[in-house]
């Protein structure tokens, strides 16, 4: 089992910038690859970004693509999404996830075995 908890969520200006964090605790993440995803109300889960168990390869979402970076510290069992220029439609809960499967990485969330229980991101305008 893994266990996932995100942190680093809260109220940002459009323009700003947060830093996501995800600590696993269970098993080592270098078994792993992660991913970031969210959810606005009334919207199903998207995809945001992942990054492969190594490190090496990460993907993004389209939009969030030169905004956020994803990346992970498997010394620490931590994964990072920083997020600038933040806008008002990046407004969601924030999911991080772990894939046994999809080692090189993953944009699906059937693709994922473990999630953790989301951190809120709210951006005004």
């Known amino acids: 089992q893994v266990q996932l908890v995100e942190s680093g969520g809260g109220l940002v200006q459009a323009g700003g910038s947060l830093r996501l964090s995800c600590a696993a605790s269970?098993?080592?993440?270098?078994?792993?690859?992660m991913g970031w995803f969210r959810q606005a109300p009334g919207q199903e889960r998207e995809f945001v970004a992942t990054?492969?168990?190594?490190?090496?390869?990460?993907y993004y979402e389209d939009s969030v693509k030169g905004r956020f970076t994803i990346s992970r510290d498997n010394a620490k069992n931590t994964v990072y999404l920083q997020m600038n220029s933040l806008k008002p439609e990046d407004t969601a809960v924030y999911y991080c996830a772990a894939s046994s499967t999809r080692l090189r990485g993953a944009q699906y969330t059937h693709e994922y075995n473990y999630w953790g229980q989301g951190t809120q991101v709210t951006v005004s305008s």
């Open positions: 990054i492969s168990w190594s490190g090496i390869n990460s």
């Open positions: 269970g098993r080592t993440l270098s078994n792993y690859a």
